[in-house]
């Protein structure tokens, strides 16, 4: 498969995951400058490595926001967030990652993450005993 290809089947996976609006949005925050990342984003990190078979895209995203909250990069993690619940991660899968981040890499690069999955699963994230 060639690199335009890649590209087009790695926009296609990334627009399913995070919607176009999101997407065309990132793609062009860095305007002409950031086109070349965007095109190296889409066609290996999404038409290439998201592509392959041996894990699915729901463990590929929580192995994502292990990774964006443990080394604190919570736009990311932000991101990665809508794409977990996109790609059908459930809300404890989530919060046990959370408490695996808070326990290895400490509390503080737990905390935002927590809220930042709060405000994206809304009142999803309230358990069904605390809803009123």
Same mark, same amino acid.
């Given at each position: 498969?060639?690199?335009?290809?890649?590209?087009?089947?790695?926009?296609?996976?990334?627009?399913?995951?995070?919607?176009? %609006?999101?997407?065309?949005?990132?793609?062009?925050? *860095?305007?002409?400058? +950031?086109?070349? /990342?965007?095109? !190296?984003? $889409?066609?290996?990190?999404?038409?290439?490595?998201?592509?392959?078979?041996?894990?699915?895209?729901?463990?590929?995203?929580?192995?994502?926001?292990?990774?964006?909250?443990?080394?604190?990069?919570? %736009?990311?993690?932000?991101?990665?967030?809508?794409? *977990?619940?996109?790609? +059908?991660?459930? /809300?404890?899968? !989530?919060? $046990?990652?959370?408490?695996?981040?808070?326990?290895?890499?400490?509390?503080?690069?737990?905390?935002?993450?927590?809220?930042?999955?709060?405000?994206?699963?809304?009142?999803?994230?309230?358990?069904?005993?605390?809803?009123?």
């Amino acid at each position: 498969m060639d690199v335009e290809e890649l590209s087009a089947r790695g926009l296609s996976l990334r627009q399913k995951f995070f919607g176009e %609006a999101d997407v065309q949005k990132r793609m062009q925050a *860095a305007g002409d400058f +950031g086109a070349p /990342l965007q095109h !190296i984003i $889409n066609a290996y990190v999404y038409g290439d490595v998201w592509s392959r078979d041996g894990i699915s895209n729901d463990v590929r995203s929580l192995v994502m926001l292990a990774m964006t909250a443990a080394t604190g990069r919570t %736009a990311e993690f932000r991101v990665h967030a809508k794409g *977990a619940k996109a790609n +059908g991660c459930t /809300l404890p899968q !989530i919060q $046990n990652v959370l408490l695996l981040i808070a326990m290895y890499c400490g509390i503080p690069a737990a905390i935002e993450p927590h809220q930042i999955v709060a405000e994206i699963f809304g009142s999803d994230a309230i358990q069904p005993e605390e809803k009123k």
